[in-house]
T-cell receptor, first 111, second 118 residues
Framework: TQLLEQSPQFLSIQEGENLTVYCNSS?????LQWYRQEPGEGPVLLVT?????EVKKLKRLTFQFGDARKDSSLHITAAQPGDTGLYLC???????????FGTGTRLKVLA | KAGVTQTPRYLIKTRGQQVTLSCSPI?????VSWYQQTPGQGLQFLFE???????NKGNFPGRFSGRQFSNSRSEMNVSTLELGDSALYLC?????????????????FGPGTRLTVT
């Protein structure tokens, strides 16, 4: 069974703090995406990474794809209450082209 | 531009029944994917359609099926419902599939259909 493990599962922090969410697998991915989902809504795409070692920045969010394309991280600088939500990574497996979502990280940023 | 719409938003069925869920993608999008989201299993990929053809399939039993029409609207059907089929079913649309990575271009998700099986 191909799995994408995310850590931590839950995170509650104060506004202004920094945090990192990890997405790890033993499978190699041809691409990986990060989404944020809020209650009652579908996930919203944040970023797509394709190349091993790739780093992308989206305002206060920094995404990194591992060199071997098996893992990824999302770093948020100076978190704000608006960052609250469920963060999901999704990988497309190389060769079999299956879409696998991570286990999710539920983030709560307190004002 | 109207977003992805899913109908119905909420549904209650009993075990053994069958159900059909509908998804209308964003205008101009030709790819539709379906996902099941549960607290225990998270978000799992069901299948993906592009131009009326199933292009990709997850690991779900044959009770789960889908189709796409010429106007890109899609339906998914679950037959012989089980209690474990209770979930949020999400549909996502995109403009197509990247040839080099076989992954979808940016996917836009609908709000989902919450199915409860009793």
């Amino acid at each position: 069974t191909q799995l994408l493990e995310q850590s931590p599962q839950f995170l509650s922090i104060q506004e202004g703090e920094n945090l990192t969410v990890y997405c790890n697998s033993s499978s190699v991915f041809s691409s990986l995406q990060w989404y944020r989902q809020e209650p009652g809504e579908g996930p919203v795409l944040l970023v797509t990474v394709v190349t091993g070692g790739e780093v992308k920045k989206l305002k206060r969010l920094t995404f990194q794809f591992g060199d071997a394309r098996k893992d990824s991280s999302l770093h948020i600088t100076a978190a704000q209450p608006g960052d609250t939500g469920l963060y999901l990574c999704r990988g497309t497996t190389s060769g079999t082209y299956k879409y696998i979502f991570g286990t999710g990280t539920r983030l709560k940023v307190l004002a | 531009k109207a977003g992805v719409t899913q109908t119905p938003r909420y549904l209650i069925k009993t075990r053994g029944q069958q159900v059909t869920l509908s998804c209308s993608p964003i205008s101009g999008h030709r790819s539709v994917s379906w996902y099941q989201q549960t607290p225990g299993q998270g978000l799992q990929f069901l299948f993906e359609y592009f131009s009326e053809t199933q292009r990709n399939k997850g690991n779900f039993p044959g009770r789960f099926s889908g189709r796409q029409f010429s106007n890109s609207r899609s339906e998914m059907n679950v037959s012989t419902l089980e209690l474990g089929d209770s979930a949020l079913y999400l549909c996502a649309s995109s403009s197509g599939i990247r040839a080099e990575t076989r992954s979808s271009y940016e996917q836009y998700f609908g709000p989902g259909t919450r199915l409860t099986v009793t």
